[in-house]
Every structure is written in structure tokens, then in C-alpha cells.
């Protein structure tokens, strides 16, 4: 599969890995990935980030990750669901770390163990790389890009998509940048 992805989309890979080593998450996930695509500057998904405002927040969109990954996955507009449902997640969460010690609903934590070498992709990660291959085939293209990358993201149900939309970014408005961009191109 990774024959067919760009310089930048491997690029994203191995900045997801480096984000792994970063936080001292035991796995590759969603995060890593966004995080990683926050980073890059001259590529079609940074020109996306850029132009929806995002590069500029990069502090608040990595937060949000944190405060998703710290709340066990629960994204913040679950979270505000619930709430309207009388349940309170951050005081659950509070309850759980009051017994079981902070960050104790992240699925990755690793305190307490030795730094693996070599970390795995999360299932949803990989769901997100067989997805961007799907929207590069799909959108007609030869390779995929980290814009697919992007795209694959917001157009899933987990936490990047759900941090990355709090943030103004949608599914929509990547593709709508991006056919915008291709149709100056081709002009």
C-alpha cells in the first residue's frame, strides 16, 4: 500500500511515528496523524490547514486531542451531548483518575513501562490509511497525497474528525479547498 503514497503522505507516517515517541503513546492513532499533518507547511494538506485557519491553532487542536484522549475517546461534542443528558463527563473522568490515577481512561498510557521500539497502527489509523486510499482512487488520482490523508480524517467518525471539525474544518470544506485549488490549476 505504501508504494502508492507521496513523498509528503509518507512523510505524515513517519511524523505520526515521531508524534508517538513525543507523547509516549504505545500506538499510532488518529492524533498522531493529525498532528503530524499540522506539521507539514508546503504541501496540498498544509495549504488546506492554513487556509481554514487551523495552522494558526495548532496549540488548541493538539489540547483537544489531549482532552479527547484523557476522556477515553469521548469527543467534545459527545461530551456536550451527554451533559445535555445530565451526564458529566469530566466529573466522571475525575472520578476515575481520583481512583485509578491520571490519564487512567487513555487507551495508550504507558507510564510505568518501558518505551516500545517500534509502535503499531491503532485499528482507526489504519481504518484512515485504507480510507485515503480509497478517496485518492476515487477522486481519480495516481497517488495519494496528504491531502487524502486530510480527507480520510474528516470523513471518519473518530477523534481527528471530531477535534478537526470543533476547528471549523469539515469534510466538506477540504474538498471544497482542494477542487478549488485543482481548478486554478488546470486554468
Do not use: C, N, Y
Request: aromatic letters at 2%.
Amino acid at each position: 500500500m505504501f508504494e502508492k503514497f507521496t513523498a509528503g503522505a509518507r512523510a505524515v507516517v513517519r511524523g505520526a511515528v515521531e508524534q508517538a515517541d513525543r507523547t509516549g503513546s504505545a500506538a499510532i492513532g488518529e492524533p498522531e496523524l493529525l498532528l503530524a499533518l499540522l506539521e507539514r507547511t508546503d504541501s496540498p494538506a498544509a495549504g488546506v490547514l492554513a487556509a481554514l485557519g487551523v495552522h494558526e491553532r495548532r496549540e488548541s487542536v493538539a489540547d483537544a486531542l489531549a482532552q479527547v484522549r484523557r476522556r477515553g475517546g469521548v469527543s467534545t461534542a459527545d461530551a456536550a451531548a451527554l451533559a445535555g443528558m445530565g451526564i458529566d463527563i469530566d466529573a466522571i473522568v475525575a472520578r476515575v483518575e481520583e481512583a485509578h490515577g491520571v490519564g487512567a481512561l487513555a487507551s495508550d498510557r504507558t507510564a510505568g513501562r518501558r518505551k516500545r521500539v517500534r509502535r503499531p497502527f491503532t485499528a482507526e489509523a489504519k481504518a484512515v490509511l485504507e480510507r485515503a486510499l480509497r478517496i485518492a482512487v476515487g477522486r481519480g488520482e495516481r497517488s495519494l497525497g496528504d491531502e487524502h490523508l486530510l480527507l480520510a480524517l474528516t470523513a471518519g467518525p473518530g477523534p481527528a474528525g471530531a477535534v478537526l471539525a470543533d476547528h471549523g474544518v469539515t469534510h466538506d470544506a477540504v474538498v471544497r479547498w482542494l477542487d478549488g485549488t485543482r481548478g486554478r490549476r488546470a486554468s
